[in-house]
Structure formats: C-alpha cells, structure tokens
C-alpha cells in the first residue's frame, strides 16, 4: 500500500509562484511513475505534469514553461513548483503514483494510477 499526501496548496495572487509537495509513505520513489492531476470546479480531472522512473518529465500544454515537477529521492518527495500561476490554474491538485509502468502515459490517463492522494486546493486570485 502507498500513501500519497499533498501539501502547500493555498491562495495566491496571478504571478506568484507556489510549490507543492508530495509525500510518500514508500522509500522507493523512484521506483514508480508520480503525476499531478487537477480538478477544476465543473471541469473534468486533468494531468498536469509527470515524471517517469527515470526522470523523464511531461507536461500538459497550459503549464509548459510554467510549472516543473520534480523528485527528491532522499526525501521521498515529489514537488510541482508553479511559477507565474494564472486563475485557470485555479484546481484542486492530487498527486498520483502508477506503479506498474516505467514511463509516463501519453494523454496522462489517470487508469493508470493505482494510488492517489486526498488533494489540496490551489487558488490564484487576485
């Protein structure tokens, strides 16, 4: 069983940069594929930012050059650092781990992900 805890959601204003975190219970972070998905109000869940096994990392299209998932091994953490968030970016964001694949799904399809986190909610508003 994996235990996947979001943090650091909060509000913050168009243009300030967040990070949230991720924490594993498992000491083999690296061994599985970790995702950033959100929810907006009304809208459908939606991958944001995946890094495979090796580190390989993927973006959705709204977020690139924006937002940076990254893995801190040690720490069994992974972070999705928002920089330059506008209000669409407005969500609830869950972390997810796919512990079957070693490369992260094209079109971040959330059948793939076993264990999910309980969300923490991102506001940009000015």
Same mark, same amino acid.
């Given at each position: 069983?994996?235990?996947?805890?979001? !943090? /650091? *959601? *909060?509000?913050? =204003?168009?243009?300030?940069?967040?990070?949230?975190? $991720? #924490? +594993?219970?498992? #000491?083999?972070?690296?061994?599985?594929?970790? +995702?950033?998905?959100? =929810?907006?109000?009304?809208?459908?869940?939606?991958?944001? @930012? $995946?890094?495979?096994? #090796? *580190?390989?990392?993927?973006?959705?299209?709204?977020?690139?050059?924006?937002?940076?998932?990254?893995?801190?091994?040690?720490?069994?953490?992974?972070?999705?650092?928002?920089? !330059?968030?506008?209000?669409?970016?407005? @969500?609830?964001?869950? $972390?997810?781990?796919?512990?079957?694949? #070693?490369? $992260?799904?094209?079109?971040?399809?959330?059948?793939?992900?076993?264990?999910?986190?309980? /969300?923490?909610?991102? +506001?940009?508003?000015?």
């Amino acid at each position: 069983q994996l235990l996947l805890v979001e !943090s /650091g *959601g *909060g509000l913050v =204003q168009p243009g300030e940069s967040l990070r949230l975190s $991720c #924490s +594993t219970s498992a #000491s083999t972070v690296g061994n599985y594929v970790t +995702t950033w998905f959100r =929810q907006a109000p009304g809208k459908e869940r939606e991958g944001v @930012a $995946c890094i495979s096994r #090796s *580190g390989v990392t993927t973006y959705e299209d709204s977020v690139t050059g924006r937002f940076t998932i990254s893995r801190d091994r040690a720490k069994n953490m992974v972070y999705l650092q928002m920089d !330059s968030p506008k209000p669409e970016d407005t @969500a609830v964001y869950y $972390c997810a781990a796919d512990v079957n694949h #070693s490369t $992260c799904a094209t079109g971040f399809n959330s059948r793939n992900y076993d264990y999910w986190g309980q /969300g923490t909610q991102v +506001t940009v508003s000015s």
